[in-house]
T-cell receptor, first 114, second 110 residues
Framework: DAMVIQNPRYQVTQFGKPVTLSCSQTLNHNVMYWYQQKSSQAPKLLFHYYDKDFNNEADTPDNFQSRRPNTSFCFLDIRSPGLGDAAMYLC?????????????FGPGTRLTVL | RKEVEQDPGPFNVPEGATVAFNCTYSNSASQSFFWYRQDCRKEPKLLMSVYSSGNEDGRFTAQLNRASQYISLLIRDSKLSDSATYLCVVNRAGGFKTIFGAGTRLFVKA
């Protein structure tokens, strides 16, 4: 089945230790998104790619970086995680050819910062 | 003021009840509108898109009022399995900027 896959599902890191979260998709969608969701809050868009075109949200901290080496994969790098970065990180995809911006989400990676 | 606002609830209703959720958005340039459902500790999943003419999918009806910048979701004959958080989602015209509301929690009880 076509899907959005995130690895790992659970990630524990230490304060200040860099961490990378990965997302892959078999939907062949042009657009990939990274969201941060804290408990009982809305998913917050960090950035998105349209193909290789990177779009950073104005309020996304510099501590968060992303890479998209090809259509299928996208990575979220947190350079120096702080306690406030503990959250669920959701990857999503969409296609400009489909219903306007219907997004397909991966299962998320839950990040714990010790 | 948040760009997309929802009543956080929770809404506690008995099985079979009809329940309505409201959502308001502040950016008049918003173009696409959706309701997503999110189960506890799971990812959001699309429930339905919302069109100006209104749309219905089984027990679910969504309405959009552009003049009032207001979106609604009506659930009829509630089932236990409808218990979840319902997220109002707005997309701005001309791009892929997607804004989620904080969600409304629904508990359906037997």
């Amino acid at each position: 089945d076509a899907m959005v896959i995130q690895n790992p599902r659970y990630q524990v890191t230490q304060f200040g230790k860099p961490v990378t979260l990965s997302c892959s998709q078999t939907l062949n969608h042009n657009v990939m998104y990274w969201y941060q969701q804290k408990s009982s809050q809305a998913p917050k868009l960090l950035f998105h790619y349209y193909d290789k075109d990177f779009n950073n949200e104005a309020d996304t901290p510099d501590n968060f970086q992303s890479r998209r080496p090809n259509t299928s994969f996208c990575f979220l790098d947190i350079r120096s995680p702080g306690l406030g970065d503990a959250a669920m990180y959701l990857c999503a995809t969409s296609s400009p050819l489909g219903p306007p911006n219907e997004q397909f989400f991966g299962p998320g990676t839950r990040l714990t910062v010790l | 003021r948040k760009e997309v606002e929802q009543d956080p609830g929770p809404f506690n209703v008995p099985e079979g009840a009809t329940v309505a959720f409201n959502c308001t958005y502040s950016n008049s340039a918003s173009q696409s509108f959706f309701w997503y459902r999110q189960d506890c500790r799971k990812e959001p999943k699309l429930l339905m898109s919302v069109y100006s003419s209104g749309n219905e999918d089984g027990r679910f009806t969504a309405q959009l009022n552009r003049a009032s910048q207001y979106i609604s979701l009506l659930i009829r004959d509630s089932k236990l399995s409808d218990s979840a958080t319902y997220l109002c989602v707005v997309n701005r015209a001309g791009g892929f900027k997607t804004i989620f509301g904080a969600g409304t929690r629904l508990f359906v009880k037997a």
